[in-house]
């Protein structure tokens, strides 16, 4: 029984790589395609009906160039980090609350913190390791961004662990039943919408691949598969943030459409932000995340502390 349980298991997490790694690829064409709209011109529509084969055609060239290596830099971390960025990212898709026996572990968002915190260092070793002034500036703006945002992150989701009181993702579900927390819970659902933007480095908040400024930020000597694992791993993120958003707040049932349309929808707003907004300044940044977003997130804690003791 216990080997029939392996294999399933196995069989079960290669399924959802698999899954996982055709999002991605859609989901940049999804964004070239939307961009490409907001800016009244074509997305790609060569390769395929409509474009439809678009990212498997540029997974293709990516992974066929020459990989250049630059001379001075620190050859092994160099080479593994984006390795290691894309196995934390879809590690972290371990959590995903599935209704029957598969890896429904009782600290989920424990989990989820602990890998979130680890990421840091993909890019941290990613930027130095490069030997690259631009490489190293991008990856010091990305640890203090990350950093910094990681504590409302744990806040906010502190709050939402009083509602349940529990660390499962699955227990979302059965405690959104009769009304999502986003209805009850607004302001901390758009802090959190925000802070996973500034999480994952997208517009406004991608200060790490600032184009104008640092040339591509911590990627820079980056080409042909590392740099297409670091694309996979941002992807990978940016399409689980949308899935937790989805369960934290607008209810968590994984056998609903609903629940993959609503994922789809957020991962469609960071598109739509990408799209309409500038840059933020830097200084703003961390003056969000420590005079506006810590203080509104501890006041809800307290305040959700406060009517649980009262119940």
Known sequence: MMVFDISLI????????????????????????????????????????????????DAIKLFSKEQIIPYKSNFLSYYFSPVLGLFLSLLIWMVIPYMMGFISFSLGLLF??????????????????????????????????????????????????????????VDFFFFQDYIWFMFLLFPLALCWFSSMMAETNRTPFDFAEGESELVSGFNVEYSSGGFALIFLAEYSSILFMSMLFSVLFLGADLNSIMFYLKMIFLSFMFIWVRGSLPRFRYDKLMYMAWKIYLPLSLNYLLFLLGVFFIM
């Open 10 to 57: 196995s069989v079960g997490v290669l399924i959802l790589l698999i899954g996982v790694l055709l999002g991605v690829a859609f989901l940049t064409l999804l964004e070239r395609k939307v961009l490409g709209y907001i800016q009244i011109r074509k997305g790609p529509n060569k390769v395929g009906f409509t474009g439809v084969l678009q990212p498997f055609s």
């Open 112 to 169: 989820f913190l602990s890998i979130t915190s680890i990421s840091v260092y993909s890019v941290m070793i990613a930027g130095w390791s490069s030997n690259s002034s631009y490489a190293m500036l991008g990856s010091i703006r990305s640890m203090a961004q990350t950093i910094s945002y990681e504590v409302s992150l744990a806040l906010i989701l502190l709050s939402l662990i009083f509602m349940v009181m529990s660390f499962r993702l």
